[in-house]
């Protein structure tokens, strides 16, 4: 059971160069979460699916772009990579999307954007 | 609208002493709080939640957490301090219906001194 798995660990983009981080859960979880991580911010909420088939934006979506392939994975697209975007990038899940239920994190995956 | 406030960026203890580490949230409905940890080069695992119930929450790692609604605080404490509790420290609220939308804190560095 790897719980939630992210690849790739880290990446180095040019500005204006695309790529597409992957997250993968293997808890049979409904509900998936792309948050970004910054220095002194805390965690902030890029988008989330809250079931197969449905996505939200969150509280910074600009720039991204998700995919939920299926009740496993959850992709997030960076068409043009911005300086800005540099960061450090978690995916989450949770059984279902309820207020009391606790999120399961990924690694994270470390993307500097020059 | 919910917010959390952690007091400190950054927090040193002694090996052995009292830990404890500061959460204020603001919620217009009854919150449900978290208590997450990121150790260096990992992503968020959790401490311990309240959701209902006893306002005294134990969770892993002899982490222990108390809900007082009057003072709107969820304050992290442990009463001694190990080297391996070296983390960062996250407190979340959630209130919102509908979808999980958690409200991270902007974490708290606890650093031990041997």
């Known amino acids: 059971n790897a719980g939630v798995t992210q690849t790739p660990k880290f990446q180095v983009l040019k500005t204006g160069q695309s790529m597409t981080l992957q997250c993968a859960q293997d808890?049979?979880?409904?509900?998936m979460y792309w948050y970004r991580q910054d220095p002194g911010m805390g965690l902030r909420l890029i988008y989330y699916?809250?079931?197969?088939?449905?996505?939200d934006k969150g509280e910074v979506p600009n720039g991204y772009n998700v995919s939920r392939l299926n009740k496993r994975e959850f992709s997030l697209r960076l068409e043009s990579a911005a300086p800005s975007q540099t960061s450090v990038y978690f995916c989450?899940?949770?059984?279902?999307?309820?207020?009391?239920?606790?999120?399961?994190f990924g690694p994270g995956t470390r993307l500097t954007v020059l | 609208a919910q917010s959390v406030t952690q007091l400190g960026s950054h927090v040193s203890v002694s090996e052995g002493a009292l830990v404890l580490l500061r959460c204020n949230y603001s919620?217009?409905?009854?919150?449900?709080l978290f208590w997450y940890v990121q150790y260096p080069n990992q992503g968020l695992q959790l401490l311990l939640k309240?959701?209902?119930?006893?306002?005294l929450v134990k969770g892993i790692n002899g982490f222990e957490a108390e809900f007082k609604k009057s003072e709107t605080s969820f304050h992290l404490t442990k009463p001694s301090a190990h080297m391996s509790d070296a983390a960062e420290y996250f407190c979340?609220?959630?209130?919102?219906?509908?979808?999980?939308?958690?409200?991270f804190g902007t974490g708290t560095k606890l650093q031990v001194i041997p």
């Open positions: 989450a899940s949770s059984e279902v999307p309820g207020i009391a239920n606790e999120q399961f």
């Open positions: 808890m049979n979880h409904n509900s």
């Open positions: 309240y959701t209902t119930g006893a306002t």
């Open positions: 979340a609220v959630s209130s919102s219906g509908g979808y999980q939308k958690v409200t």
């Open positions: 699916s809250a079931s197969e088939g449905t996505t």
């Open positions: 919620s217009s409905v009854p919150p449900y």
